[in-house]
T-cell receptor, first 117, second 114 residues
């Protein structure tokens, strides 16, 4: 069975602070994919990044960066110089292939990030 | 533009009634999914379908039913057997093959039992 744990339920920071959202996952599959999604107050989930289990390179996209470490089964997400518009719920998710075809996406419980001006 | 349309955005149901949530996609995706979101519990999988006329139960299928008569449509019925249906419901779709494709999500339907 797959499991994703986001231990931080809520985080509150002041604008321009850096903030890291933690994600720990469990799976027996050797091939899997990890995702981060952002859910603004409107409710729709917005895709941020995908990382496969064979690629441990860290990635940076503007103010966002991701640190993938298979040794600790973690896929942490850092926002540098946070802004008020970053306020949202952030979900980490794990995708594994199904026996027949397709995939199954398992979500963590989400971290509510509030950036105060 | 391609995407997923969920309707209605807000839905109110009296206890004992069945209600159907609509989900339509024009992305030509084979797979479609229904998730339920409760505060502090993340998203939980209700049902999913990898192909037309076939669907599988997820983790919390009791009290729900689905159909997949067309590739573009995957409606979810919340039946009176669902004990606590008040929640936010999200529909998603993806390419069928492989685990590497992310999901595209609709904007959700907020169901409230009154």
């Amino acid at each position: 069975a797959q499991k994703v744990t986001q231990a931080q339920t809520e985080i509150s920071v002041v604008e321009k602070e850096d903030v890291t959202l933690d994600c720990v996952y469990e799976t027996r599959d050797t091939t899997y994919y990890l995702f981060w999604y952002k859910q603004p107050p409107s409710g729709e989930l917005v895709f941020l990044i995908r990382r496969n289990s064979f690629d441990e390179q860290n990635e940076i996209s503007g103010r966002y960066s991701w640190n993938f470490q298979k040794s600790t089964s973690s896929f942490n997400f850092t926002i540098t110089a946070s802004q008020v518009v970053d306020s949202a719920v952030y979900f980490c998710a794990l995708s594994v292939p199904l026996e027949t075809s397709g995939s199954r996406l398992t979500f963590g419980e989400g971290t509510q990030l509030t950036v105060n001006p | 533009d391609g995407g997923i349309t969920q309707s209605p955005k807000y839905l109110f149901r009296k206890e004992g009634q069945n209600v159907t949530l609509s989900c339509e996609q024009n992305l030509n995706h084979d797979a479609m999914y229904w998730y339920r979101q409760d505060p502090g519990q993340g998203l939980r999988l209700i049902y999913y379908s990898q192909i037309v006329n076939d669907f599988q139960k997820g983790d919390i299928a009791e009290g729900y039913s689905v159909s997949r008569e067309k590739k573009e449509s995957f409606p979810l019925t919340v039946t009176s057997a669902q004990k606590n249906p008040t929640a936010f419901y999200l529909c998603a779709s993806s390419m069928r093959q492989g685990a590497n494709y992310g999901y595209t999500f609709g904007s959700g339907t907020r169901l409230t039992v009154v």
